[in-house]
């Protein structure tokens, strides 16, 4: 690994995946056989638009066939200052990307003085979604969300993609994963426009824990090992994380409710 | 048959440094100085977009006096050079030293073996854990590396404004006052200097993981007086 001093015909410019390649490090090289169920898999991620911006939430869990594989992972995390991404699919190769991704954005801010645009930085997920198509016809299937602020609109956007790299901007909310279809249901009941950051970090929550009740590869809040989804907010301040206690009210209330109804289903 | 003239490798050395020395020469003069909290970067630069100083890694600035082209693509070359280093390896393993040897090498050997020496001459600074980590690497342009302490001053008349912020300076400074002291040197007694002429930055310890900052002109001109034109909007990250 050695970067060379590049003459002004062959430089890379901005793109870090470019850079990588040139220097022998490609990052998606297909497996050559299917590799689906060898690897950990994480699972129900969402994101919701509000008044101010986006919130983005996602369990803890990740699992391998039957296995419960890990507790505490974090499929949502910030890609840079004004957008999050989340993960569902093939841990490790996702993380590898949401690595990528954070580097991409901050290399290119770095060479070019100023950062990418919000769509852009979509458009650079997509291309990378996009190059991990030949593992993803293997099983290792990668399929993120992207929200963000746009201070050049002053509002918040969101993302979601195929394993094509295909790119659809979605107006409300998305949920993905293998517990995103009870997420959807339950954002699409509770959500309205102009939710306030409060209640829209309550719907993420609602929706987390309704996937986790029917799905066993999504984990609820595990009040036990004091371990909760990660939520957070994207506003024009920034990313930020809601905290433990917050969300251990919020999920109390939740169970509450529960409990009142006496519901057994 | 033409015979090629004799150059004495002495006089071909002394040559070129003498160009490459006047090139530097023309250019405007930058500081660095470490204060309090972190390492403070001060360049006389009217251009608003054409950059002297700027963000490599987490904790280290590059700055360049010269020709702008090529402390540019100098500058390009540690952002890919750090950026693929932490991507291959950790974070942590990102360092101002090993960054400064390999420009020590590129000017070195392009002063030796290219028909032009770069007319350049630039500065790698770490900010550290402590102040007693903090990294000041000077690197001239034909390779000659220099580790310095405390202050650091490039370009044109350097021996003049080292001398008077030599004579100034403190470790202990706050900001605001490292931030007029590196002014005042960089002015020297016949001029002020207001925000329009200054590009300013930091590599603060309480910064969080980026600890580059660009100080904006409005927060500049509150400090080494005012500006005529009204403050431009927030530059940069």
Known sequence: MKVPLFTSGDDPGSDFSALLRRVGLDPFQAPSGPAANLAPHATTVLAVRFADGVVMAGDRRATMGNRISNRE??????????????????????????KLFQLQLEHYEKLDGRPISLEGKANQLSQMVRANLGAAMQGLVVVPIFAGYDPLRGTGRLW????????????????????????????????????????????ACRALWEAAEVDSATGGPDALRGIYPVVATITADGWLRISDDVLATVFAAIADGQRARGSTS | ???????????????????????????????????????????ENTSNTLRKISEIYDRIAFAGVGKYNEFDQLRRFGVRNADVKGYAYSRDDVEARGLANDYAQILGQTFTHELKPLEVEILVAEVGVTQADDQLFHILYDGTLVDERGTSVLGGDADAIAGRL??????????????????????GPERTLSADDLEV??????????????LEDAMVASIVGGTNVPPKSAQGQ
């Open chain 2, 166 to 187: 030599t004579s100034t300076w403190s470790a202990g400074d706050e900001l605001q006052t490292a931030l007029s002291k590196a002014v005042a040197a960089l002015a």
């Open chain 2, 1 to 43: 048959m033409n015979m090629p003239f004799y150059v004495a490798p002495e006089q071909m050395m002394k040559d070129r440094a003498d160009y490459a020395r006047k090139g530097i020469a023309r250019g405007r003069a930058l500081v660095a100085v470490q204060y309090l909290d972190g390492i403070l970067l001060v360049a």
């Open chain 2, 201 to 214: 930055a930091v590599l603060s310890r309480s910064n969080g993981r980026r600890c580059f900052q660009r």
């Open chain 1, 73 to 98: 992972m974090e499929k949502v995390v910030p890609a840079d200052r004004h957008s999050g991404v989340a993960i569902s699919g093939t841990a490790g190769v996702a993380m590898d990307m949401i």
């Open chain 1, 160 to 203: 979601d993609f195929d394993i094509t790299g295909g790119r659809y901007e979605e107006r409300e909310f998305v949920a993905t994963g293998s517990g995103g279809g009870p997420a959807s249901t339950v954002l699409k009941v509770g959500y309205r426009p102009g939710l306030a950051s409060a209640e829209a970090v309550e719907l």
